[in-house]
Every structure is written in C-alpha cells, then in structure tokens.
C-alpha cells in the first residue's frame, strides 16, 4: 500500500526520522495538530543532543506535486533556512516548530524523569517546597527531605526553573519557593546542606553531563 504522506521530525533543518506515514492528506494533517497539540503542552523541551544545540521541526509532506512551494524555517535570530528533505519524492505541505519533552537525572532513583513526573512525585505533596539552582543541578527542599536533579547543562537547569516558576506563578501556587540567586552565599549554603546529606562534592561542583560527540 503507497503512502502519499509522511510526517516527518526535522533536527537542524535536516530529516532525522519519519514519525508516521497515510495514505490521505485528512488524516495526516489530523495527525499533526494532535503532535502540534501535545508540543505546545510540553514545559521543558529539548535543546540539547550529543552536546551541541539542537532545534526541531515537524512537517507534513506530500507525494511531489501536492506542494510545488519551497519552505523556509526561521530560525532564533529571523534567518531563513531551507528545509533539507533527502528525499526527491516528497515535498513540504507545512512545517512548524517542535518540543520533545526533555528528561533529566533523579539521583535517588538514577533514573530519568520529565517534568511532569517530576512536578507529581516532588511538588505535589502538603508543606512548603523550596527549588534551587545549583550548577547544573536542581535542588528540591521539603522540610528535611532533599532530593537532586541533574541537567545536561547549566543553561538547561536554569531555564527549567524559569519555566518552572512561570507555569506556578500562572497557576498561582504558593506552595513552592523558586531560587535562582547565584551569590556566593547561596551557592556556600546549597552545597554545605548537600555535603552533610551525603551527595558528593565533587559531583556538585560538576557544570556539564555532556559533551559534543562528533558523529
């Protein structure tokens, strides 16, 4: 059975995988806004692959002479960019951005967890929580419970407090305190509390998970 379309994840302008294949334009296009849908829910998206920056796309494409137009993506700075397809038989009908839901290390458990799971097992719960930035890593304080979150980055960990806070602040919980404060006596107290909690130092003083990795 031919498919006439493909939706199709883009990384970087270049195709990193089909997705999903139909043989009608309807349920295709029904197909991507329900991924469009679920993109636009996700808090805390991947910016980050093998260490180096990485930007998505999905599209839709169509059996060539569905779209004879050629399609540009904008990138952060405005640039436009045309879309690599590596494919002769397929053209672009639409493309728009996409988020994947990023994971991260929960220490105790030494797995990985996304914010929504985080958000339920960690800041769900009665008392007062406290969440701090540290380095790469996310700190969670409520009462003499502690637990630790590590990022691929120190950008990663800080933009997942800033859209953290916003989402809490939109909802207007109060029952969460964000830390975003660098200063040296923040820094001083997060990791001597950590140290007598038995996380190792060295491993708080750690900046990056990742590294680029040249393929």
């Keep these: ?41 996700v808090i805390f998206d991947k910016k980050y692959e093998n260490g180096f920056k990485s930007d998505y796309e999905i599209a839709l494409l169509g059996k060539k002479g569905v779209n004879k137009e050629v399609i540009y993506i904008k990138d952060s700075f405005g640039r436009q960019s045309k879309v690599d397809l590596q494919d002769d038989d397929f053209s672009i009908i639409k493309v728009l951005p996409y988020k994947i839901d990023e994971q991260f290390l929960d220490y105790s ?37 502690i637990n630790l979150f590590t990022f691929k980055n120190d950008e990663d960990s800080l933009r997942f407090i800033n859209n953290l806070s916003k989402i809490f602040i939109g909802q207007k919980k ?10 040296s006596s923040q820094r001083k107290y997060l990791y001597n509390i950590l140290v007598n909690h038995g996380f190792p130092k060295s491993y708080l003083f750690r900046q990056s998970t990742t590294f680029p990795v040249k393929k």
Excluded at 13 to 21: F, G, M, P, Q
Excluded at 121 to 144: A, C, E, R
């Design 1 to 41: 059975m031919e498919h006439h379309y493909l939706i199709v994840l883009f990384k970087n302008k270049v195709k990193k995988k089909i997705i999903n294949k139909f043989i009608t334009l309807k349920n295709a296009d029904k197909f991507f806004i329900k991924l469009v849908g679920e993109s636009d829910e």
């Design 109 to 145: 458990t030494k797995k990985k967890i996304n914010t929504t799971q985080f958000t339920k097992k960690y800041l769900s719960g009665v008392g007062l929580k406290m969440v701090s930035k540290l380095n790469n890593k996310i700190i969670v304080q409520n009462d003499d419970s």
């Design 174 to 183: 109060i029952d969460c305190m964000f830390v975003k404060d660098s200063s």
